[in-house]
């Protein structure tokens, strides 16, 4: 299906902080707000900045989009402190997540940091709830855990420094569950959705093949354009060099080459 991306300004709703450095970015926009896919991103432009930002879809209505993200440099530290007015967006940009579920399968989101962005819309749209396994440096980067609550996920945490959930990575976690396979008391095959750091996606891919479990990975790249132009965020798929951006973010696990 072809999505149709615009590059237009849109009203902002609120631009606020939700805790530690981490913003929430709502803007006003009926006119693509219903027909963003959860996986895709825009480029969103940041004044005094050269390069546009890409920031994934974290939430989207009827008549409003919003953005999450953390202040980590300049532009993200000069758009967190628009707070009125209008900001200019291109997309919705790449390809999302296959919503459509095998039979018998349970999703198992994997995330990392604000990687949780566009798995929390994800977890919003799924069809049925299953586990989400969440890594961050503490528990003040860890976002969204209410709203997972609400659509029924189970949580699985861990933090760098041991402040909440298990003290290390996620996927030590993730292997030692997926090993023993106590989700097959469901009766369920898990199918992996995957979104965070490129060390963590790695780490992730490989428990995936070892135990041979399919799913969908986005990947994160740095990105100028956003449309495939640059060709500065290419990624070997298959064999094939492919655009993040244009092709992307989100592949099949089995396709990606880590």
Not at 67 to 87: C, D, M, P, Q
Not at 149 to 159: D, H, I, S, Y
């Amino acid at each position: 299906m072809v999505v149709k991306r615009w590059d237009k300004s849109c009203e902002i709703i609120s631009n606020k902080r939700i805790c530690s450095n981490y913003f929430e970015l709502k803007i006003k926009s009926p006119l693509f707000a219903g027909k963003c896919v959860p996986g895709q991103f825009f480029m969103i432009t940041v004044p005094g900045v050269f390069l546009r930002r890409p920031i994934s879809v974290h939430d989207c209505g009827k008549n409003h989009a919003a953005f999450l993200y953390k202040v980590a440099g300049k532009g993200t530290k000069i758009l967190s402190g628009i707070k009125n007015g209008e900001i200019s967006l291109l997309g919705p940009l790449g390809n999302g997540y296959d919503l459509n579920l095998p039979k018998n399968s349970e999703p198992v989101i994997v995330a990392g940091g604000t990687g949780i962005a566009s798995v929390h819309f994800l977890a919003a749209k799924l069809k049925r709830s299953g586990t989400l396994f969440y890594g961050a440096a503490s528990k003040e980067d860890l976002l969204c855990l209410g709203q997972f609550k609400k659509l029924g996920w189970k949580t699985v945490l861990a933090t760098d420094d041991g402040s909440k959930g298990h003290k290390g990575f996620i996927t030590d976690i993730l292997k030692e569950k997926i090993t023993n396979y106590e989700l097959r008391i469901t009766n369920k095959k898990p199918i992996l959705f995957v979104c965070g750091p490129t060390p963590m996606m790695k780490a992730v891919l490989k428990i995936a093949r070892e135990n041979n479990i399919s799913g969908y990975v986005s990947l994160e790249e740095k990105m100028a354009c956003g449309i495939g132009n640059c060709q500065g965020c290419a990624v070997k798929i298959n064999g094939v060099n492919k655009m993040t951006c244009k092709d992307g973010p989100v592949f099949k696990i089995d396709e990606v080459e880590i």
